[in-house]
């Protein structure tokens, strides 16, 4: 699933990729190559987000992206990057029966009819997954004025962010093939990491991020339902912080490792979130009368027992970890190599956008 949102990119695959996911507070990026039918990590890296008031400048993202780069010594010049939940609006439509490009033409002329808003200066991408009503029965006889409509995933962003995304790439030395939303990455990772789900489960994947999270239902591989929820890793902190009278590092620290005196704490503030996903599975199986039989997370906060435990009984769903990484041979230096599985949960969505080019 690509929806790159630059119309060179459409259709267009290359041997290796890095790929960085700007997040809120940490930025991952991932350099990944292909291996004959499979892929290869050749290595990663974690690096604070750059401090900003309003706006993040092209001049500041691209003397970011030159020192992701120099850290990452990627073999590419060739990079892929993530709009964030904020800055990228994903949805379904029911569109005509076009080509990919020219439902994106479509959008860009008349987006109010088929999204319910109007969305100027914004560029356009299209995922076409299947017909309307495909596989269902129909008595009715066709309307002959109907036009046959399909399933479209559409993904928008504003014009001038993707322009400064590559215009921030050129100043750091590097060519933007693409970006696409960082909602859809991890759908990639899990076809990957997963695949004997992707063809038969009904299952949501969970992204624990710093500022929110979201969820994507999926049934057959394909991405039905997804929403974002305005609680992350970050509020999870700050009100630790605030109801124990600690330091925001240290409630960070504590909040993995989980000492038993904090877990009463950390339980209430997770609850308001599993709440809200339990709520999206809810529309989900009300929609399509499929239950959703697992749900696997990514992000961080995901690597904690407690939380996923947590979660798993407000959510009434079997929660697992998405080891993200399993799918890959392992190109790393030494030190990488040790660390990996604690740092792999954090690089889903490098590694979901890495797969969209790749």
């Known amino acids: ?26 930025t991952k990026a991932v350099h990944v190559s292909r291996r ?20 993040l400048s092209l001049d500041l993202l691209g003397e970011h992206l030159k020192a992701i780069n120099q850290l990452l010594r990627s073999r590419t010049r060739h990079v892929c990057l993530t709009v964030g939940a904020n800055d990228a609006q994903v949805r379904h439509a029911d569109l005509p029966r076009l080509a ?16 319910q808003q109007d969305l100027p200066g914004h560029v356009f991408d ?18 002959t004025s109907s036009v046959i409509k399909q399933k479209v995933l559409v993904a928008a962003a504003r014009k001038q962010l993707v322009e400064d995304f590559a215009q921030a790439a050129k100043a750091a030395g590097l060519v933007a093939d693409s970006v696409i939303p960082a909602l859809v990455a991890p759908v990639n990772t899990f076809e990957m990491a997963m695949p004997g789900l992707v063809e038969k489960g ?59 005196e904090v877990q009463t704490q950390l339980e209430t503030l997770l609850l308001p979130l599993g709440r809200e996903l339990r709520a999206s599975i809810d529309f989900f199986e009300h929609q399509q009368d499929q239950a959703v039989t697992q749900a696997f997370f990514t992000g961080g906060p995901a690597q904690s027992e407690f939380i996923l435990q947590t979660l798993q009984r407000e959510m009434m769903v079997d929660c697992q970890l ?13 030190q990488q190599t040790v660390e990996i599985e604690q740092i792999a949960p954090q690089l889903t969505v490098a ?5 969209s080019v790749l």
């Open 202 to 260: 009904t299952v949501a994947l969970v992204d624990l991020g710093f500022k929110s999270s979201s969820i994507c239902l999926l049934q057959a591989g394909e991405l039905i339902l997804s929403r974002v929820v305005a609680i992350g890793g970050d509020r999870m902190t700050s009100d630790l912080a605030e109801n124990l009278g600690i330091s925001y590092a240290e409630a960070e620290g504590i909040k993995i490792g989980m000492p038993q």
């Open 351 to 355: 590694l979901g956008a890495a797969l």
């Open 100 to 115: 990919a490009k020219d439902l994106r033409q479509v959008l860009k002329l008349n987006s109010k009819s088929y999204l």
């Open 126 to 143: 299209c995922h076409i997954s299947a017909p309307v009503g495909q596989g269902k029965p129909n008595n009715k006889p066709p309307a």
């Open 36 to 55: 004959g039918q499979g892929f290869a990590l050749g290595g990663y890296t974690l690096l604070d987000a750059p401090i900003y008031e309003k706006s």
């Open 1 to 26: 699933m690509g929806l790159p949102f630059f119309d060179s990119a459409i259709g267009q695959k290359r041997d290796q990729i890095m790929a960085v996911d700007l997040g809120s507070r940490t």
């Open 322 to 334: 998405l080891k993200p990484t399993a799918f890959l041979q392992m190109e790393l230096p030494l």
